[in-house]
C-alpha cells in the first residue's frame, strides 16, 4: 500500500535506484522473479514493479506484492481493483 | 501503581455487567455474579460492552486503570463466561458453510444492485451519514490490522509469511505516515471527529461493539486461529469493492482528499491483500491444518453475520431519518464547505 496517489499516476518517474534500465545485469538478483498466474483473476507478482503502458508511459507500484489486471475491466488499470468478478 | 497515560478514560456502563465490570476495574466495586452475565442478551448494549473494557486492556487500557488488570485472574473469569456466552451464540446463529470453499465463494462475487451500507453511502449517503460512519467504525480503524496481529506466533511456514506481508502493509510497510490506522485519523479530521483513541465509544452501537469484539474474541485465542484467519479473509476480499462505493460518497459530499485517500487506497491494497490471503494464509493454513477447515468457514460466516446485523442497524436508523449513535456527535465542521 506503501503508494501515494501521485506515486502511481506518474509517467516516468526518474527514479534511478528503481528503474531496471539504470541497472547493469550484474545488479539483479539471480533468482527469477516468479510470476504467478490465474485462470481468473490477477497476475501475482513481487514488487516493486514498473509496468509500461501502450502510450509509452509508466507506471510503478512499491507494493510488497503486485496484482495486475488481466480482465481489463479494472477501472485502475493496469492493477487489479477486483472489477474480474462474477456479477450476480 | 503505574497507569497508563493517554489511554481514553472508561466509557458510561449501559447496564448491570459494564457497570459491575468498571467498578472492578477503578478498584471499587464488584464484578457482574455469574449468574447476570447468563442472563443478559448475548448481543446487547451491557453485555458487549463488558465485553469491549475486557479486551481493551489487552490494546491500550483505560486512564485511571492499572494495566496489570489485563492479566487479573478474576476479571479473566468474568471475560471467559462473557466470551462463551459470545461464542455459543456465534455458532449457534452464524454457521453457513461446512467447507471454506463455499464460505468463500459467496464472497467473490459482486451483487449487481448491492443494498449494503455502502450502497446507501455512494448513493445517497450525506455528510452527516458519513460522519456517523466514520465515527462507528473508528473503534476499528484506529487499531486497525492490531487485533490480527496476535495470530501470527500461532502460523507457520507460507501462512505466516503472508500474514506477516499483509499486517506490514497495513502497518504502512515501516512509513509511520502510511500506517493505516493514520489514514483514518486524518479521514476523521477531513470529516471534523476527533481522532483520541476511543472518543467515540460511548457513541458506538451494540451492532458496531460486536463487530470488534469478534476480531478480539478471535484474536487472542489460539484455540480460534482458523477463525481468526477467515475473519481476516472476509474483511480483505470485501473490502477492495466496498472501498471503491465509500471513496466515491466521499469525492461526491466533498469530504476531503484524506477522506477519499483512505479508502482509495483500500480499493488497490485490498485486492492484492485478497490473493495473498486466500492463496497463502488460508491455503498455507490449510495445508499445516487441514482440521481447521470448519473453523476458518466459521470465521467467514460469523464476520458476514456481525457486519450484517451492523450494516442493517445503520441502515435501519438512517431510513428513518435517525441518528445510528448512541451519543451526538460535536458540530466541529467548520472546515468543512
Known amino acids: 500500500m506503501p503508494n501515494s496517489p501521485s506515486d502511481r499516476a506518474t509517467p516516468d518517474r526518474a527514479t534511478p535506484d528503481r528503474s531496471p534500465s539504470d541497472r547493469s545485469p550484474s545488479d539483479r538478483s539471480e533468482a527469477p522473479r516468479r510470476v504467478t498466474v490465474q485462470r481468473k483473476g490477477p497476475l501475482l507478482m513481487e514488487g516493486p514493479v514498473e509496468v509500461e503502458l501502450e502510450d509509452g508511459s509508466v507506471v510503478t507500484s512499491d507494493r510488497f506484492r503486485v496484482a495486475l489486471c488481466t480482465c481489463r475491466r479494472s477501472r485502475r488499470y493496469p492493477w487489479c481493483d477486483t472489477s474480474h468478478r462474477d456479477r450476480v | ?337
Not at chain 2, 107 to 115: N, Q, R, Y
Not at chain 2, 122 to 133: C, K, P, S, T
Not at chain 2, 297 to 309: K, Y
Open chain 2, 1 to 337: 501503581m503505574e497507569h497508563d497515560r493517554g489511554a481514553p478514560g472508561l466509557p458510561a456502563p449501559r447496564g448491570p455487567l459494564s457497570e459491575g465490570v468498571e467498578a472492578y476495574l477503578r478498584g471499587a466495586g464488584r464484578l457482574p455474579r455469574l449468574e447476570d452475565v447468563a442472563r443478559a442478551a448475548v448481543y446487547g448494549e451491557d453485555l458487549q460492552l463488558a465485553l469491549y473494557l475486557c479486551y481493551e486492556l489487552h490494546y491500550r487500557g483505560f486512564a485511571g486503570v492499572s494495566p496489570d488488570r489485563e492479566w487479573d485472574p478474576e476479571l479473566l473469569r468474568t471475560r471467559a463466561a462473557l466470551e462463551h456466552r459470545f461464542l455459543s451464540a456465534l455458532r449457534a446463529d452464524a454457521r453457513l458453510h461446512d467447507g471454506v470453499d463455499e464460505a468463500l465463494a459467496g464472497l467473490l462475487v459482486e451483487p449487481v444492485d448491492g443494498t449494503g451500507v455502502s450502497h446507501f453511502l455512494r448513493d445517497e449517503g450525506e455528510l452527516w451519514h458519513l460522519r456517523e460512519y466514520a465515527a462507528q467504525r473508528s473503534l476499528y480503524h484506529l487499531k486497525e490490522a492490531d487485533p490480527h496481529a496476535w495470530v501470527l506466533p500461532r502460523l507457520w511456514g507460507r501462512a505466516k509469511a503472508g500474514m506477516a506481508a499483509v499486517e506490514f502493509d497495513e502497518w504502512g510497510g515501516g512509513r509511520a505516515d502510511r500506517v493505516h490506522a493514520r489514514l483514518f485519523a486524518d479521514l476523521m479530521t477531513d470529516l471534523g471527529l476527533d481522532t483520541a483513541y476511543g472518543r467515540y465509544v460511548d457513541a458506538a452501537c451494540a451492532e458496531a461493539l460486536v463487530t470488534v469484539n469478534l476480531m478480539s474474541l478471535f484474536g487472542l485465542h489460539r484455540s480460534l486461529r482458523g477463525a481468526l484467519v477467515g475473519h481476516f479473509a472476509t474483511v480483505e476480499i470485501t473490502s477492495s469493492p466496498g472501498s471503491r462505493r465509500l471513496a466515491e460518497a466521499m469525492r461526491r459530499t466533498g469530504a476531503g482528499p484524506a477522506a477519499e485517500h483512505f479508502y482509495d487506497e483500500h480499493v488497490e491494497a485490498d485486492a492484492v491483500h485478497e490473493q495473498v490471503v486466500r492463496h497463502d494464509v488460508i491455503g498455507g493454513l490449510l495445508e499445516e491444518e487441514p482440521q481447521l477447515a470448519a473453523d476458518v468457514a466459521f470465521g467467514i460466516d460469523a464476520t458476514g453475520f456481525v457486519e450484517d446485523r451492523f450494516g442493517a442497524r445503520l441502515l435501519a436508523d438512517w431510513r428513518a431519518s435517525l441518528s445510528s449513535l448512541r451519543a451526538p456527535l460535536d458540530r466541529e465542521t467548520a472546515h468543512i464547505s
